[in-house]
Nanobody, 122 residues
């Protein structure tokens, strides 16, 4: 089992930045690919970005390319999502996820966190 706990959400103005963290615990966390999803009110959950177990490979959704960056520190069992140039359309609950590979974590993650709210004001 892997437990995921997100933090770092909050309210920010358009153009601002936030960094989300996802603290992972459980067996062999370092061997999992990790990712972030988001869900806005009334919308489907959307893939945002993923990172391979080594941290060398990342994959981003089109809506956040060039603005959001994922990274991980396996020594701290933590994954980060740096969000820059935030827009009102980025307002959502952001979820951390874990899976066996980047393909798996970006489509059908094995584990989910509880989510953290990000609100971008105009």
């Amino acid at each position: 089992q892997v437990q995921l706990v997100e933090s770092g959400g909050g309210l920010v103005q358009t153009g601002g930045s936030l960094r989300l963290s996802c603290a992972a615990s459980g067996r062999t966390v370092g061997s999992y690919a990790m990712g972030w999803f988001r869900q806005a009110p009334g919308k489907e959950r959307e893939f945002v970005v993923a990172i391979g177990w080594s941290g060398l490979t990342t994959y981003s959704g089109d809506s956040v390319k060039g603005r959001f960056t994922i990274s991980r520190d396996n020594g701290k069992n933590t994954v980060y999502l740096q969000m820059n140039n935030l827009k009102p359309g980025d307002t959502a609950v952001y979820y951390c996820a874990a899976g066996d590979s980047i393909v798996v974590v970006s489509t059908t993650p094995k584990y989910w966190g509880q989510g953290t709210q990000v609100t971008v004001s105009s």
